[in-house]
């Protein structure tokens, strides 16, 4: 079945921050046959690949065959008494795949509830809440090269895992579609993760004290759904920033002025400083400009009041950005991939 390309269209309900822009053209594939078929028939169009979209800002019209990565399936490929291997197509929504998870009892996804976007993205930023990251649970995932159509698998090794950060987002970036991604999941002695102080709080204000991986999901989407905004009723991407890593040694002189700044040790050599801490100190949680602003519970999160362009949610990232390098002389980076 040859696939229907459309021309001029709106990606408004492509992007969690439901910004107004436009495809030059664009599909959506439903397998991996459809997928070699449109880069195929499409081999000198420039190529755009969209997932969920909750990790982008776009800025202008896209000036490409936007290709929207629609495989659907989840799968157990393996199992032994303790651990599952599951394969989860790249089109699934996250959050639904890790309630499916939860729902089979099976353990490793349940601290990162509630991330908006879809699994074959999730390796890319290596998406991360509440102590855990997917490098954690990863195991390989399928991708198909844009050149040459060929399906390649990445071990956990190959994807080169860090900070919000793979081998997609550098030296293989704009060159592979993830296509489908395996995890290994706990089937018993879960290791339940409740590190973090929110999550802690959560349950104890439900008098739980020993928490089920339901409990654990159930607080993190509490927690989130308190701090922050449903891109479906106010535009957004989550975090729009990543916390800052800094070496100790220059992280003591701007620690001796503004020893109220808080910090996290990361290595005996880094640290690592809230960016929402440093946003909200700057004065910008809850500022609104135009159309675009601040959110009021969460500094991280910049949203689209109703009709903002993608060049004003970017001038309103600029100005923090600039206010907190000429503040505290740190440098904040955008997590969200600015198109």
């Known amino acids: 079945m040859k696939q229907e390309i459309q021309n001029n269209f709106s990606l408004k309900n492509y992007n969690t921050f439901g910004i107004e822009a436009k495809a030059k053209q664009f599909v959506a594939v439903q397998s991996v046959d459809e997928l070699k078929t449109i880069l195929e028939q499409n081999k000198l169009e420039q190529k755009f690949i969209l997932g969920g979209g909750s990790n982008m800002l776009l800025t202008k019209d896209i000036e490409a065959l936007v290709i929207h990565i629609d495989l659907k399936g989840k799968k157990i490929i393996s199992e032994n008494e303790d651990f599952v291997w599951v394969e989860c197509k790249a089109g699934e929504n996250w959050h639904e795949f890790v309630l499916w998870t939860i729902d089979q009892d099976f353990g490793g996804l349940e601290n990162m509830s509630l991330i908006p976007g879809n699994v074959g993205t999730t390796p890319v930023q290596n998406i991360g809440a509440y102590g855990t990251e997917i490098k954690d649970t990863f195991v390989s995932c399928e991708a198909l090269s844009l050149e040459e159509q060929e399906t390649k698998t ?47 709080n959560e349950l104890a204000k439900n008098n739980i004290s020993t928490p089920s991986l339901k409990e654990v999901s159930n607080a993190v989407i509490a927690i989130r759904k308190s701090k922050l905004p449903d891109p479906k009723e106010l535009g957004n991407s989550g975090s729009f920033f990543k916390n800052p890593i800094l070496l100790k040694s220059d992280f003591a002189k701007i620690h001796q002025q503004f020893p109220e700044m808080k910090y996290y040790d990361i290595s005996e050599t880094e640290v690592k400083v809230p960016a929402g801490w440093l946003i909200e100190q ?10 675009a602003g601040v959110h009021e519970n969460q500094a991280l999160v910049i949203v689209n009041y109703g009709n903002a362009t993608g060049q004003e949610v970017l001038d309103v990232s600029k100005n923090i950005q600039e206010t907190i390098l000429n503040k505290f002389g740190i440098q904040i980076e955008a997590e969200v991939n600015i198109i």
């Open 154 to 200: 990445f071990t956990k090794e190959e994807c080169h895992f860090g900070y919000r950060e793979s081998i997609f987002k550098n030296e293989a970036k704009d060159r592979y579609i993830i296509t489908s991604v395996v995890f290994i999941l706990t089937k018993r002695n879960h290791k339940i993760n409740t590190s973090y102080g929110d999550i802690t």
């Open 282 to 291: 700057a004065g910008f949680k809850g500022k609104r400009f135009g159309n």
